[in-house]
């Protein structure tokens, strides 16, 4: 049987303004509306040859996960990081779950940010490195390349082994242009990420060249506790050291084989690469949104709330959010990276943040800000709800547009009621009343929310209770 | 006594996504944050040149040069059309008004859109205009050119005459490329459309070349309402011919001549100009808003709301307001008119109009839109009050976040009650009932409105009563 454990790790900080801390790369609508995490998980469908996979996902990720999984009809192991430690730890953590139920199964692990246009070409790849991973080693996929990438590790085949695989005579990390371009004249491969190896042989080498991290991983499997999905023990899971598998493991094996991929593959690690994934009208162009482009050509254009207009320019990469707008040529997408650092460094925005921020139960938005009032739009997903809160320096007035709410409220602990909000139905929270908001309903509650108060900032909140385990500030 | 007559009919096509039928160019904050209508309302406060201005605008901006009026402490006569007309009935109706009181009285006609900085040259000039105006000439201000303009017509100056003016050999009407560089070489000015005139020379003149216009100026005039402003008589006044004061009576006319400026001058027309006349940082870059700008050089880029981020462009132009955005190249932002007749003739946006528009009362922004809900923020200047009105498909819940309304609700016109809501107060508007917001007050009312339906167009509207004259529907 072989086992998908799907990671969800990737941010993408070049796809800024799509890709943000609560929506990172994998769950984008990159392709065609798609997310990678939507086209990794079509790609392991197939029954006969997959069993159910494991996810391994930030917690501030959950919901998005689980979204997806419920989309495409797919029951699986969701393992929920504290917080992202790379590759390593998570392949730790889910190896050892494996095990300890069949030892003997074999683990695919695919990063959830890749694009595999090519679902029968994969399932050959996988079938060709099975021999080797029954055998005992850890297959990684080479991607044979086109172009001297200096993004990639490359590996270098060695002699053939079992099945379609090769032994790796030598891992070599990110290179500089100059030896990218040696190393692909000398046939190197580039390292995709995606290894398929028994579960025992993974742990059996993490244990042996990364000792730590096979401990942290088993206190952590050993102390997780099940809500709905799996959640690591926090402290023995961030005690693990943040290293990728490459580094702690493959570079130090001797297990590793490597299978040239047979099918195309993406990263979709700029905007330059969705673009190059997409199919382009006559124009060389790929728009999505509201988009209108005149005298334009190779460009990449999207939107997911302006009407964006693009006239008279040539290969820009023009993208909008709800709250920000990234302009750049194509031939240059690997600066976003640099753009994005700089933002960082900016001092905060004078103007409101409109984003829409993801949350253990659902999401916000803020939609209008003033000196003295905010307005919010509160998305609370079925069965979900907030912590039990109150603010010092703001009232709130809800008003229900969709779904049925379920409010509870009072001064004090001792006299809090709760009572059912229908549809355009409104109720007032008073300034520093304890109060919560739930969805006991199957369909999605959305409130519209009017604050009022002198100081509107997200850090006036006193949590009571609170499902998720979050902090009482 | 020179009395300016300032003219708000520009449109900025080329200004988009800024300008707007309900925000035109006069009144965009395209000069370090000021209007040019404001800065041409400083040119002419100096009282001991210029008398209170005569102000002509098109009913749907009355709220914009009130509002840009009161900032400047001006007091002026508004001559309110009820639609734009083009120049010659607009400066018709204001020398009508001028004549009624004192024939002979100066006028300065000054369009709003238009950049000068030199305000010392700029008296200078209509210091050297003046003699031959008072002689009864119509003097032109003619632009010495700094490049061979398409966009702009030309005069040829003839003999000198009267203070600093020279007759006019000839008109020409805005010229191929070819023919604007022989223009140029030629000692040509550019047709700035800024007159100085006899208002008694100006209604002559009008009289004899454009004798239908001296005639609707004389009749909408004559049946104008006056309700803080003047409202042209409409019936009249639209059955003018839309034509220019050039071609109506300057091409016409044996009384023209031309006084070159002494100032730099520009009409921002495209957003390649609104570069050109601002403050560039070392890289040559101009950026307003929430924008960060790396390894970029060259460009404009300026936004009200969305963070822009750009990085690794040259020479680009980037706009972003409420809800949409543009994209072009600083060589060719001329071509911005294409874009946005490609735009009005597209299909309906998708997603939501979420624009801010200007009303006689005040103004609106949809903020949310949902399949059965809108969220609106509204904002009624004092004074004001929207129309009587009622929804057939739409029920309303108001809370007011700043300010003090007065909310007039019942079913039927007999049951109608009027209550006071103060901030942070909510009122229900029941689907079907009569309605009225107004602000008795001296500070804007600001007030939040969930709507609820299955049907939120714009047009579910039917006015039972309206201060500004609009129709039932």
Known sequence: VIIPVILCGGAGTRLWPASRADAPKPFLPLVAGCSTFALTLSRIADQTVFAPPVVVASAAHRRLVDAALSRAGITATVLVEPAPRDTAPAIAAAATV???????????????????????????????????????????????????????????????????????????????????????????????????????????EIERHAKPIAQAAREAVGGATAVGSLTLAADPFLAAPIISFDYAVMEKTDRAAVAAAGFDWSDLG???????AADKDAAGNVASGDAVLVDTRGSYVSTTR????????????????????????????????????????????????????????????????????????????????????????RAEHWT??????????????????????????????????????????????VVIEVQFGDYLGEDDIIRLEDDYGRQAR
Do not use: C
């Open 270 to 276: 700029t905007w330059a690469a969705v673009w190059e």
């Open 98 to 204: 494996v095990a300890d139920s069949d030892p003997s199964a074999i683990l695919l692990v695919l990063p959830a940010d890749h694009l595999i246009g090519d679902t029968k070409g994969f399932a050959a790849t996988v079938a060709a490195a099975l021999p080797a991973a029954e055998d005992g080693r850890i297959v990684v996929f080479g991607i044979k390349p086109d172009r001297a990438a200096t993004a990639y590790g490359y590996v270098k085949p060695g002699a053939a082994i079992a099945g379609g695989a090769a032994t790796v005579e030598v891992f070599v990390e990110k290179p500089d242009a100059a030896t990218a371009e040696d190393l692909v004249a000398a046939g190197y491969l580039w390292n995709s990420g995606i290894f398929l190896m028994h579960a025992a042989t993974a742990l059996a």
């Open 400 to 445: 229900v547009v969709e779904g049925v709410a379920e409010v509870t409220v009072g001064m004090t602990m001792d006299t809090l009621t709760t009572k059912t909000v229908q549809a355009r139905e409104s109720i007032d929270i008073p300034k520093g009343a304890i109060h919560r908001l739930a969805n006991r309903g199957a369909t999605p509650v």
């Open 306 to 393: 302006p009407r964006i207009g693009v006239v008279a320019v040539e290969d820009v990469v023009v993208v909008a959010s709800d709250d920000a707008v990234l302009v750049t040529s194509r031939q240059r997408a690997d600066a976003v990276k640099t753009l994005v650092a700089a933002i960082d460094a900016a001092p905060e925005a004078v103007i409101g943040d409109f984003a829409r921020h993801h949350r253990p139960w659902g999401s916000y938005q803020s939609l209008d800000l003033g000196e003295h009032h905010q307005v919010k739009r509160i998305v609370v997903a079925p069965g979900e709800r907030l912590s039990l809160q109150k603010h010092a320096h």
